[in-house]
């Protein structure tokens, strides 16, 4: 495909092509080191000790790696581990539950005729431009009065109704999914519930990868509900943990400590985005459904 | 790409596993040194008060209930009480896992049969307090056993609880005026509700004090012995001629107009809410006033505390003459322990500075409708009141207590000398400043006006605003955090 | 045609309200009841004076009025709008260019993946970290003022956070930095969905890559395009931590103040009453200039 592309453009009138490779090689790097350079200041941040913090910024390591990291895992009261499968649970719940029912809801406005569709779609646009600061509070109420405290259930099934990435999912299907192809499955006798999985899931695989890694992100590093919500030691997720190294005794306040459990906690978000931007790649090949 | 995750998977694990490897190993070695330290301690706490001890037991041990619940935002009071308090046991060890693998037994203690919990959220974006306040509304309908039975609080927001009804005043908890008569006034002025009734206690006094660069007070003064500095520091008029002196040698007095905010707060002769109004206090101006011609002159700047610009006089390049604080700044933030800074080399000195003031400290409260009044009222005695165990907390943690007595002795102990400032023993002058210190003009509303006042006059210095705007904007800020007030 | 659909569709139409249960159930659970209660109380005087509660007393417009009354709302607006531009449109034109070469075959960009998986990494640092970041680089004496200062471009050290328009450049700078990896992944995913015979039908036609983009990419795009447009401009008249973090809320003169962070105050003592005042404000303006970007996209059709 790329050879058959390369033939016609020697015929267009474009920029010249080696210009414009030039120019978007550097704006690319640019961008690049400008998106890299801080996880190179949070490593060196993490290998120097609270009192190198002091002195000011340097551009080359402490020699206080392998110490920030034993004080992080024994710091009193704070199991980073524990932390981290506690984040893991509650954001990986969250991303999973939020992708796959966002894309049904999305589906049901997008593939039906029904006499409320037209409401409920401004309606739930109208929701996602309310500000959510205010319903915390509400929200804390709320849960208290369920008996949910120091449970994972409020951080993660509310999840289910995200008006954001149900928008981006309606978006989507209208760009991809036609309805012809659910009239087709219809025809060859597959029920609505079995379309939606097994027809319409595969052709949202990219835009749910994505949603996925947003909705995984943003819960992995929430800290205000979560630290309004959890308050056992083995319920706490890593920004709370965080949040508390920060707000440490005098005696033990360490920054070293702190930008090493930061660094600490971005590593398996990275972990998560390389995988799943593999099926945001996949999604290249199944691209031209649209006929 | 699988390849590459695949790579980065392994990179990763890898990078854990000698992480992980050389934790391990130094992780016991702490932890061995960690626990003899806490078993002699320990022992030695028993064998102390051993009889009190055995008599507080019995005492708690009828009628109590089964759970205390400790509010908290770090674990510098659980720590007080597993070091200190005669008959606490610690949970199970951090690193002992269920068999899920999940930690274990981390939060909880044992006071006889009672199990001790703590509820610790950290204070950062206020969630300890919101925390606390959705428990203490909802502390009549809770059961028995999760009613908040201790909470902890900070001087800038004591007032917001200790005016309430959900503390409980000492007396009620059966602790007389002669049990408390060796503390610190100021400790009790900051837990004295509006009626005069005390509502809380302290095991800790945070007396500040001026910590000087001995190197530069020699360079620029010719000495560096506190009484020869305090003489050019000894009220705001001298300190602001002495800040010229400096500069001219080049040294900043001090980093910011934000170093001497409290010591200009704590001398006020009226709360910042007088019957509802905003009141901006004559102290409050002179330290706007003051600092605005030391900031215009160039001698100081108007950094944020903590900041890194403001942290760099922690070390001799920085350049910065002084440092208001309290004895935990200097020992355990100015960056002792790291080679090259002042205190490393035992370059810091002490003396008095223009006014007393006091910074930090925890406050015990008692909160209404708890269940296990009798072991509050042990833990509060032994931890504010024993002076065999203020002893032991004064040499173990470092900690100024709020007992002067014991103080007092310590500060005539020529044994005890700080290495951080160059073998002075800093005790008298702590001692000094505290005692004629005046807290009875705090208000519920400190911790909002505080911030905000210095905020906006920060923004005045700076030369972003004229001063009325900057009132202005204060007044406005004020409101919004708190709409009963006016201005 | 469309009777046949007519009628063949009603048997399945029960599965449109089927499939919207979850939804509209874990929304009435848990969002419903705080959602009417934030407008309910913006009509009364409802908040806590220390840990006494005042209120509800019912006051109708009075909230209303006392915040339109100030001219600080506008103010906090206007900061809230500025901010958010100067972030945004740099996001959207390189988020745009950048998914333009990545999807553009002719210009064979090497190590696609590599540029793929990094501008998208900024956002997975904590904005609280990523502000302590910037603070510390960009303080007095920090390393971007001793690079100034040692290279002679400034004469001395130059407190950026203590003037209006270097703070909101670099609030701004922040969220271009967090957000337009995600931007850029959106688009790219979008322009995945569009069927690749069309750019060589157009190919075929003579057209340059430029053309393409403009005619042919850019339309295709519109529904992924607007759903960035809207959710930025919800995501930018919601800012909060970033400017928070950054200055503590003390930048010059209130100048980086935005809705939220006035919102987030009143909170402070948890004023329902003005908080719910603000919220209202707030959903009303977003409902208004999401309408006029609707409209505005939809006017391009034709």
Redesign the interface.
């Known amino acids: ?2 050879v ?3 033939d ?2 020697k ?5 010249g ?1 080696g210009i ?2 030039v120019i ?2 550097v ?2 790097i640019l ?2 080191f ?3 350079f ?2 190179y ?2 490593f060196i ?1 993490a290998t120097r ?9 340097s ?1 080359l390591p402490g020699g206080n ?3 920030n ?2 004080k992080m ?2 710091f ?2 704070i ?1 980073m ?2 932390g981290m ?1 506690n984040s893991v649970i509650v954001s990986t719940l969250t991303a999973a539950l939020c992708t796959y ?2 894309t ?2 999305a ?3 997008h ?4 006499r ?2 037209k409401p ?1 779609f401004t309606f ?19 849960v ?1 009065g369920m008996g949910l405290e120091d449970n994972f259930i ?1 951080l993660i ?2 999840a ?2 995200s008006p ?1 990435v ?3 999912m309606k ?2 299907m ?3 999914l036609p309805l012809s192809l659910v009239e087709a499955a ?1 025809i060859d006798g597959s029920g ?2 079995r379309t ?1 999985n097994s027809i319409v899931l595969p052709l949202m695989k ?2 749910m990868a ?1 949603q996925a ?2 909705s995984f ?1 943003s819960s992995w ?1 929430n ?2 509900t979560p ?2 919500i959890l ?4 319920m706490k997720t890593l ?2 943990l ?3 190294l ?8 360490d920054m070293g400590v702190v930008y090493m459990a ?1 660094s600490f ?3 398996p ?3 998560v ?3 799943l ?2 099926h ?2 996949q ?2 090949a199944m ?5 | ?2 390849k ?2 695949l790579s ?2 392994l990179a ?1 694990t890898m990078l854990t596993g000698i ?1 992980a490897g ?2 391990n190993g ?2 016991t070695d ?2 061995g040194a960690g626990t003899s330290d806490a078993g002699t301690t320990d022992a030695g706490t028993t064998d102390a008060g051993s009889t009190d001890a055995g008599a507080a037991d019995a005492g708690a041990a009828a009628g109590e209930g089964a759970v205390l619940n400790i509010y908290t ?4 009071f ?2 007080r009480l597993t070091d200190h308090y005669p008959g606490y046991t610690k949970g199970s060890d ?1 690193t002992e896992t269920d068999e899920n693998g ?3 037994g ?2 909880e203690g044992k006071i006889g049969d009672i199990t001790v919990k ?8 206020n ?1 300890y307090q ?2 606390l306040d ?1 428990a203490l509304l ?1 502390q009549e309908s809770a059961a028995a056993d999760d009613k908040v039975d201790i909470f902890l609080v900070e001087a800038d927001y004591a007032l917001k609880y200790v005016n309430s009804d959900y503390s409980m005043a000492v007396k009620d908890l059966g602790i007389t005026d002669a049990d408390i008569a060796d503390q610190y006034k100021y400790t009790q002025d900051v837990v004295t509700d509006s009626n005069g009734v005390l509502k809380g206690l302290s095991w800790q006094g945070c007396p500040g004090v001026m910590f000087y660069n001995r190197e530069a007070a020699k360079e620029v003064f010719g000495s560096d012995d506190p009484a020869a500095v305090q003489e050019k520091v000894k009220d705001w008029a001298a300190f602001n001629a002495t800040a010229k002196e400096l500069h001219d040698a080049g040294y900043s007095i001090v980093t910011s107009a934000a170093d001497t905010y409290r010591t200009y707060s704590n001398n006020v002769s009226s709360p910042w809410v007088v019957d509802g109004k905003i009141n901006i206090d004559e102290n409050l101006m002179n330290w706007v006033n003051d600092s605005k011609a030391l900031v215009d002159a160039g001698y100081i700047g108007t950094s944020e505390l903590w900041s ?1 610009d403001w ?2 006089g ?2 001799p390049d920085g350049k910065v003459f002084a440092y208001f604080g309290p004895a ?2 200097v ?8 080679e ?2 002042i205190g ?1 080399n035992g370059g810091w000195g002490a003396t008095e500075g223009p006014q007393g003031f006091f910074w ?1 400290g925890t406050w015990i409260c008692a909160a209404t409708g708890t269940d296990n009044v009798a072991t509050i009222k042990d833990i509060m005695l032994q931890l504010t009141c024993n002076p065999e165990i203020m002893k032991e907390i004064v040499i173990k ?2 900690d100024f207590v709020n007992n002067k007595p014991t103080m007092e002795a310590m500060a005539q102990d020529t044994s005890y000398s700080s290495k951080v400032l160059g073998g002075q023993n800093p005790l008298a002058m702590y001692c000094a400043g505290v005692n004629d210190l005046d807290l009875s003009n705090l208000s519920d509303y400190d911790q909002a006006c505080n911030e905000e006042f210095q905020k906006a006059m920060l923004d005045y210095m700076k030369g972003n605003v004229d001063l009325d705007t900057a009132k202005e904007n204060f007044f406005k800020a004020v409101v919004t955090k708190h709409p009963d007030l006016t201005y | 045609m469309k009777m046949g659909k ?1 009628s ?2 009603v048997r ?9 249960i ?3 159930v ?2 009435v659970v ?2 419903l ?3 009417i ?2 407008i309910v109380y913006s009509f009364f005087e409802y908040y806590r004076a220390g840990l006494k509660v005042v209120g509800p007393n019912f006051l109708g417009l009075q909230n209303y009025i006392k915040l339109f009354s100030d001219a600080d709302i506008w103010k906090y607006t206007g900061n809230t709008l500025i901010i958010w531009l100067m972030g945004f449109v740099p996001q959207i034109i ?1 988020s745009l ?2 998914a333009a ?1 990545f999807s553009d ?5 090497k190590g696609q ?18 502000a302590m ?1 910037f603070f ?2 960009f ?1 007095k ?3 971007v003022n001793s690079i100034l200062v040692n290279s002679g471009i400034f004469a001395e050290a130059y407190t950026f956070l203590d003037h209006v328009w270097p703070t909101r450049i670099l609030i701004a700078f922040m969220n271009f ?1 967090m957000w337009f ?2 931007t850029t ?2 688009l ?3 322009m ?6 069309l ?2 039908a157009a ?2 036609d ?5 053309q393409i983009f403009f005619r042919v990419t850019l339309p ?1 795009l519109k ?2 395009l ?2 960035v447009m ?2 930025s401009l ?1 995501g930018g ?2 800012m ?1 931590d970033v400017p928070q973090i950054l200055t503590g809320d003390a930048s010059p003169n209130n100048t980086s103040r935005t809705l ?1 962070m006035f ?2 105050n009143n ?1 402070y003592s ?1 004023n ?1 009453g003005m ?2 005042a ?2 209202v404000y ?2 009303v303006m ?2 208004i200039l ?1 309408l006029l970007v609707f409209k505005f996209t939809n006017g391009k059709k034709k």
């Open positions: 495909m790329a058959k592309f390369d016609k453009q015929a267009s009138k474009g920029v092509i414009r490779r978007a090689y704006v690319l961008v690049s400008l998106c890299l801080w996880f200041v949070l941040n000790s609270e009192g190198d913090l002091n002195r000011g910024f551009f790696l392998a110490a990291w034993t895992l024994n009193p009261m199991s581990g524990t499968l029912f966002s049904m809801t589906y049901a406005i593939a039906y005729e029904f409320l569709k409920m739930i646009l109208a929701v996602m431009m309310i500000p959510t600061q205010v319903t915390v509070l509400g929200f804390l109420q709320l208290r409020p099934v509310p289910i109704a954001v149900f928008f981006y978006q989507y209208e760009s991809v219809r609505e519930f939606f990219p835009a994505v890694i947003f992100v590093n800290y205000f630290s309004l308050h056992d030691d083995k920004p709370i965080i949040a508390q920060r707000s440490a005794d005098w005696r033990e306040k930061i906690s971005i590593f978000v990275i972990l985005y390389l995988i931007s593999k945001i790649v999604g290249l691209g031209s459904v649209k006929g | 790409m699988k590459k995750v980065v998977l990763a992480l050389c934790g130094a992780t702490q932890g935002w770090n674990t510098e659980m720590n951090n999940n930690l274990k981390t939060v703590f509820n610790i959220t950290p204070s950062k974006d969630a919101n925390n959705e909802g890194a942290s760099k922690f070390f935990w700044l020992n355990f933030s100015m960056s002792a322990d790291t090259g800074s490393y930090g943690d470092d | 007519r063949k569709a399945f139409n029960k599965w449109g309200y089927i499939f919207l979850p939804f509209l874990t929304f848990f969002q009841i705080p959602l209660s934030t390189v260019l950048i070469w075959p002719s210009l064979r960009l993946r590599f540029f793929k998986t990094v501008i998208y990494l900024p956002n997975l640092i904590m904005a609280a970290a990523f970041l510390m680089l303080s004496g920090g390393p930095l990896g995600n992944i959106l790219m995913a979008g995945m969905g569009i069927d690749t015979s750019f060589e190919q075929v003579g057209a340059t890559s430029t295709l529904p992924i607007l759903y809207i959710t919800i008249l919601q909060f939220i919102l987030n909170l948890k329902y908080g719910g603000i919220s707030l959903f977003t409902g999401s």
